[in-house]
């Protein structure tokens, strides 16, 4: 009796612990009896030791640098999006090249393409391998239905797969059963027209239950353009489903999906005529994004379940100088059970990849790859060296993909437990980045070269020897997958109303893709015999079938270090703050004759606080403030500040105004623009109104 | 006998072992559970007040959730009283004291077989398939792992019992 009181304690405080610390809403180690039985935290809680994957159980006991978002933050930072939100990750870069783009990432340094971080809704992956990109600007989750966004910084491959290196972004929206009845909200300001969501939600039967949901936005340029005057402006309309059933208590499933139309102005720059010059220029891009998603997840016993989840995602966007479409359809299936002292995960996943391109000026594919076959297996296992106490996590991830064969991802790790309210943990990991098709097997057209820069003989000829070469970026065949291996360490604590969490990494990839030149001297050889025999008119002709490829190679190494520190006080429940600090260094080491290809040495830090006070009964008042210090993205550092008052006025209307990027003035967030043919626009302080209702 | 016992524990150990994380899975679960069970007395009102009591009191013929809902509600207390846990049988005389009565999986049979009079100001929940309509009020269900419930507040309204809008919405909304 006492024994199983013992345990139960044990577990109580494991799983109230676990859960609820990294939110704001700290529970701190406290006897049992103190413990928070609000209702809303009861039901955010799984009653299975085991849990589906590609969720956190407890970020608590994780070992991995974990940070969950909760759903209050996200409403009462007033984020209007998704990387709005972000913002609120400490140790998360989220720059704006504009109002539509953004280049997000951790542990590294942010492109607007940037390969290495993976995100998904609900397990679904938004991986495009073309581009290796993430649509930010169309990835639209109503952000009042979002349960939570779980954030790992570092190398998160082993259970959910390749190009994870940096981290993963997993958005969990909200059961359907939880959002039944009417929301809407609508939002205006400086920098927004309008911005207006509408959601209905209710019981299917005793079985089930449904929500259904629209968004329109439609925002505003910028303010101040570099060289262009800007054009970013949004018009987009999204609508979405969700259903959840629930048969028994063994069983469950949900499908949802979502489709969004988009059309958003940019301001580019290319090469698109025979100049072979990039030329600056003004183009509207119109996008498609649809997504559907079903799962099944079943109960087999109270310590063993089971997942199938299928996804389909389809993308098609469309500009002057670009059509691109993409599909891609996924399956997975998941088990884990608890036998004994041992956790024991495993899976199977395949994914189809459908790529269609038209040949346009920016791209040319050496075809092939239309569509990409990706299978393979996990398994992970948790075994207790002593109970409670010292755990070992080793695992691995066996994938095939078609452009790099086999890869391998395996990892190792311990948590220690010394005390209740401490937990230490480290891990040892391999991930992958397989490359994408750019470098793979396409020719991206990028600014020309002079025939001065690169031929060792000119003529003297201004003709000629000023004469720009059509200048490729030749992906190839010969690229191999990046591999990196992560050494992390980390410690959490729990005293009192405060929490602690440090992690410290360093990660050394190698076989990083680099760029080398080769101007293929040869091939000017039969233009300088021209002008000797005095062709010129014939030379000049034969100089615009020339081209020069700039290489990518995979031969660099990258070495990045760094930690985050975060520190969570909560002395009251009206009053939570964090402060958090983050340092990371990016280094390569390149081989003779080659240069980087994404990023370059770089230092960043951040330091983050923000805060989330009830002033009185039916106000709140949040506030983060990100400094961001940092070379790796040929800027000025910069100080901003968000504020969101909210004020309750009614039991079923809020209204809040929210200032962002208060006292960064006008300023520049990213100017990396040879990885990049947007150009970025100033980014400024703004003040939106919303006003919200509940029924 | 103290032998015999432990003798026959001795043979089941490593029988016990095997079983011991099934235990901690259904612990997590009713620990959760007692969690829901203290909120809904939290938010609902007993509207006959005519027995005078100095104890709320939490009931269920399953001794293995009560001991697990006694370290958790320990020390809690549901408008200023202090919140006591009962295992109880289903008779009459033992249900007399309870304000809350909760019906296992494991112990509804007992519930089905059991001849009570009408139950009047007891709160009556269960986690099984028809509990409603097999005489609880309010049913706990899992969907994709997480607790939720279904009620029905005509039944809560006939035992006396007023339940706050705040619980009510979360739940399941039964009509009979």
Same mark, same amino acid.
């Given at each position: 009796? %006492?024994?199983?009181?013992?345990?139960?304690?044990?577990?109580?405080?494991?799983?109230?612990?676990?859960?609820?610390? $990294?939110? &704001?809403?700290?529970?701190?180690?406290?006897?049992?009896?103190?413990?928070?039985?609000?209702?809303?935290?009861?039901?955010?809680?799984? $009653?299975?030791?085991?849990?589906?994957?590609?969720?956190?159980?407890?970020?608590?006991?994780?070992?991995?640098?974990?940070?969950?978002?909760?759903?209050?933050?996200?409403?009462?930072?007033?984020?209007?999006?998704?990387?709005?939100?972000?913002?609120?990750? &400490?140790?998360?870069?989220?720059?704006?090249?504009?109002?539509?783009?953004?280049?997000?990432?951790?542990?590294?340094?942010?492109?607007?393409?940037?390969?290495?971080?993976?995100?998904?809704?609900?397990?679904?992956?938004?991986?495009?391998?073309?581009?290796?990109?993430?649509?930010?600007?169309?990835?639209?989750?109503?952000?009042?239905?979002?349960?939570?966004?779980?954030?790992?910084?570092?190398?998160?491959? *082993?259970?959910?797969?390749?190009?994870?290196?940096?981290?993963?972004?997993?958005?969990?929206?909200?059961?359907?059963?939880?959002?039944?009845?009417?929301?809407?909200?609508?939002?205006?300001?400086?920098?927004?027209?309008?911005?207006?969501?509408?959601?209905?939600?209710?019981?299917?039967?005793?079985?089930?239950?449904?929500?259904?949901?629209?968004?329109?936005?439609?925002?505003?340029?910028?303010? %101040?353009?570099?060289?262009?005057? &800007?054009?970013?402006?949004?018009?987009?309309?999204?609508?979405?489903?969700?259903?959840?059933?629930?048969?028994?208590?063994?069983?469950?499933?949900?499908?949802?999906?979502?489709?969004?139309?988009?059309?958003?102005?940019?301001?580019?720059?290319?090469?698109?005529?025979?100049?072979?010059?990039?030329?600056?220029?003004?183009?509207?891009?119109?996008?498609?994004?649809?997504?559907?998603?079903?799962?099944?997840?079943?109960?087999?016993?109270?310590?063993?379940?089971?997942?199938?989840?299928?996804?389909?995602?389809?993308?098609?966007?469309?500009?002057?100088?670009?059509?691109?479409?993409?599909?891609?359809?996924?399956?997975?299936?998941?088990?884990?059970?608890?036998?004994?002292?041992? %956790?024991?995960?495993?899976?199977?996943?395949?994914?189809?990849?459908?790529?269609?391109?038209?040949?346009?000026?920016?791209?040319?594919?050496?075809?092939?790859?239309?569509?990409?076959?990706?299978?393979?297996?996990?398994?992970?296992?948790?075994?207790?060296?002593?109970?409670?106490?010292?755990?070992?996590?080793?695992?691995?991830?066996?994938?095939?993909?078609?452009?790099?064969?086999?890869?391998?991802?395996?990892?190792?790790?311990?948590?220690?437990?010394?005390?209740?309210?401490?937990?230490?943990?480290?891990?040892?990991?391999?991930?992958?980045?397989?490359?994408?098709?750019?470098?793979?097997?396409?020719?991206?057209?990028?600014?020309?070269?002079?025939?001065?820069?690169?031929? &060792?003989?000119?003529?003297?000829?201004?003709?000629?020897?000023?004469?720009?070469?059509?200048?490729?970026?030749?992906?190839?065949?010969?690229?191999?997958?990046?591999?990196?291996?992560?050494?992390?360490?980390?410690?959490?604590?729990?005293?009192?109303?405060?929490?602690?969490?440090?992690?410290?990494?360093?990660?050394?990839?190698?076989?990083?893709?680099?760029?080398?030149?080769?101007?293929?001297?040869?091939?000017?050889?039969?233009?300088?015999?021209?002008?000797?025999?005095?062709?010129?008119?014939?030379?000049?002709?034969?100089?615009?079938?020339?081209?020069?490829?700039?290489?990518?190679?995979?031969?660099?190494?990258?070495?990045?270090?760094?930690?985050?520190?975060?520190?969570?006080?909560?002395?009251?429940?009206?009053?939570?703050?964090?402060?958090?600090?983050?340092?990371?260094?990016?280094?390569?080491? *390149?081989?003779?004759?080659?240069?980087?290809?994404?990023?370059?040495?770089?230092?960043?830090?951040?330091?983050?606080?923000?805060?989330?006070?009830?002033?009185?009964?039916?106000?709140?008042?949040?506030?983060?403030?990100?400094?961001?210090?940092?070379?790796?993205?040929?800027?000025?550092?910069?100080?901003?500040?968000?504020?969101?008052?909210?004020?309750?006025?009614?039991?079923?209307?809020?209204?809040?105004?929210?200032? %962002?990027?208060?006292?960064?003035?006008?300023?520049?967030?990213?100017?990396?623009?040879?990885?990049?043919?947007?150009?970025?626009?100033?980014?400024?302080?703004?003040?939106?109104?919303?006003?919200?209702?509940?029924? | 006998?103290?032998?015999?016992?432990?003798?026959?524990?001795?043979?089941?150990?490593?029988?016990?072992?095997?079983?011991?994380?099934?235990?901690?899975?259904?612990?997590?679960?009713?620990?959760?559970?007692?969690?829901?069970?203290?909120?809904?007395?939290?938010?609902?009102?007993?509207?006959?007040?005519?027995?005078?009591?100095?104890?709320?009191?939490?009931? #269920?013929?399953? =001794?293995?959730?009560?001991?697990?809902?006694?370290?958790?509600? #320990?020390?809690?207390?549901?408008?200023?009283?202090?919140?006591?846990?009962?295992?109880?049988?289903?008779?009459?005389?033992?249900?007399?004291?309870?304000?809350?009565?909760?019906?296992?999986?494991?112990?509804?049979?007992?519930?089905?077989? #059991?001849?009570?009079?009408?139950?009047?100001?007891?709160?009556?929940?269960?986690?099984?398939?028809?509990?409603?309509?097999?005489?609880?009020?309010?049913?706990?269900?899992?969907? #994709?792992?997480?607790?939720?419930?279904?009620?029905?507040? /005509?039944?809560?309204?006939?035992?006396?019992?007023?339940?706050?809008?705040?619980?009510?919405?979360?739940? =399941?909304?039964? /009509?009979?």
């Amino acid at each position: 009796m %006492k024994c199983i009181k013992g345990k139960t304690l044990k577990i109580v405080n494991r799983l109230l612990l676990g859960t609820l610390l $990294v939110s &704001p809403y700290v529970i701190a180690e406290e006897p049992l009896s103190d413990l928070d039985l609000d209702l809303d935290s009861l039901m955010a809680m799984d $009653v299975q030791v085991t849990s589906a994957m590609k969720r956190a159980q407890s970020a608590f006991d994780t070992a991995s640098s974990i940070y969950v978002l909760t759903k209050e933050q996200i409403t009462h930072s007033g984020a209007t999006s998704i990387p709005e939100a972000l913002k609120l990750v &400490p140790g998360l870069v989220v720059r704006q090249l504009d109002n539509n783009q953004w280049a997000i990432t951790s542990r590294g340094v942010a492109s607007r393409f940037s390969a290495k971080l993976l995100v998904m809704i609900d397990g679904q992956s938004f991986y495009t391998p073309k581009f290796a990109a993430v649509y930010w600007e169309t990835l639209n989750v109503p952000l009042y239905d979002i349960e939570r966004i779980e954030v790992i910084r570092g190398q998160g491959g *082993l259970l959910w797969g390749s190009n994870a290196n940096n981290g993963v972004i997993n958005i969990i929206t909200k059961n359907s059963i939880d959002t039944r009845g009417v929301y809407a909200d609508v939002s205006s300001g400086s920098q927004i027209n309008h911005d207006v969501n509408l959601r209905y939600g209710s019981d299917i039967g005793n079985k089930g239950s449904f929500r259904l949901y629209g968004h329109v936005r439609d925002g505003d340029e910028s303010d %101040k353009g570099i060289s262009l005057e &800007p054009a970013d402006f949004t018009e987009q309309q999204s609508a979405g489903v969700r259903f959840d059933f629930t048969p028994n208590d063994e069983w469950s499933g949900l499908i949802q999906g979502n489709i969004t139309q988009s059309s958003l102005g940019q301001n580019f720059r290319g090469v698109i005529d025979e100049t072979n010059r990039n030329i600056s220029f003004t183009d509207d891009l119109d996008r498609t994004d649809s997504r559907v998603m079903a799962r099944i997840e079943n109960r087999i016993s109270a310590n063993a379940n089971q997942m199938l989840q299928t996804s389909w995602l389809k993308q098609s966007g469309s500009q002057t100088f670009l059509q691109e479409h993409f599909e891609s359809f996924d399956i997975d299936y998941q088990m884990n059970f608890l036998y004994n002292d041992l %956790k024991l995960d495993w899976g199977l996943n395949y994914r189809y990849n459908d790529i269609s391109f038209a040949e346009s000026s920016f791209v040319r594919s050496d075809g092939g790859y239309n569509t990409l076959h990706q299978y393979g297996a996990l398994i992970q296992g948790q075994y207790s060296l002593i109970a409670d106490e010292l755990d070992i996590i080793v695992g691995a991830k066996v994938e095939h993909n078609d452009l790099t064969g086999w890869e391998n991802q395996p990892l190792a790790r311990l948590v220690w437990k010394p005390q209740k309210n401490q937990v230490i943990w480290t891990s040892i990991s391999k991930s992958v980045r397989v490359p994408s098709l750019i470098e793979f097997n396409d020719d991206f057209t990028i600014d020309g070269q002079r025939v001065d820069e690169v031929s &060792p003989i000119t003529t003297g000829i201004n003709a000629i020897d000023k004469y720009y070469i059509r200048t490729y970026l030749n992906g190839n065949e010969n690229v191999k997958s990046e591999k990196s291996v992560s050494y992390e360490v980390g410690y959490r604590l729990t005293q009192g109303s405060w929490a602690l969490d440090l992690s410290a990494y360093h990660t050394k990839a190698k076989d990083v893709i680099a760029i080398t030149v080769d101007s293929n001297i040869e091939q000017f050889l039969p233009i300088f015999g021209l002008l000797q025999a005095g062709q010129l008119d014939l030379a000049m002709q034969s100089l615009t079938t020339t081209s020069i490829n700039f290489d990518i190679v995979s031969n660099a190494q990258v070495t990045t270090n760094g930690g985050d520190i975060i520190l969570t006080w909560q002395p009251s429940d009206i009053f939570n703050a964090e402060l958090g600090y983050s340092y990371n260094t990016f280094n390569y080491d *390149l081989a003779e004759n080659t240069f980087p290809a994404i990023g370059y040495d770089s230092k960043s830090r951040q330091l983050f606080a923000k805060t989330d006070i009830e002033l009185f009964d039916n106000h709140r008042l949040f506030a983060s403030i990100r400094v961001e210090n940092s070379n790796a993205y040929d800027v000025d550092n910069y100080t901003a500040l968000d504020l969101t008052w909210q004020w309750a006025f009614h039991q079923n209307w809020s209204a809040a105004i929210m200032g %962002k990027n208060l006292f960064a003035g006008s300023h520049i967030e990213y100017s990396n623009t040879g990885e990049t043919f947007t150009l970025p626009n100033y980014i400024d302080e703004s003040v939106t109104f919303k006003l919200i209702a509940k029924f | 006998m103290q032998k015999i016992k432990r003798v026959f524990l001795g043979l089941t150990l490593p029988l016990l072992l095997i079983q011991s994380q099934s235990v901690n899975a259904i612990d997590t679960e009713y620990a959760l559970k007692a969690g829901f069970l203290f909120n809904f007395a939290r938010y609902s009102e007993w509207t006959d007040t005519s027995n005078a009591v100095d104890h709320f009191v939490l009931c #269920s013929p399953d =001794r293995d959730f009560i001991d697990i809902a006694s370290t958790v509600l #320990s020390n809690r207390k549901v408008n200023n009283l202090p919140i006591s846990t009962k295992t109880v049988s289903l008779t009459d005389a033992d249900l007399s004291q309870c304000q809350v009565l909760f019906i296992t999986s494991d112990t509804l049979n007992q519930w089905l077989n #059991s001849t009570l009079g009408k139950l009047n100001n007891i709160m009556i929940v269960g986690e099984t398939e028809d509990f409603i309509t097999q005489g609880g009020q309010i049913r706990f269900f899992l969907s #994709s792992g997480k607790i939720r419930f279904e009620v029905s507040p /005509e039944k809560l309204t006939a035992a006396q019992i007023t339940m706050s809008s705040k619980v009510l919405r979360l739940g =399941r909304v039964v /009509e009979l």
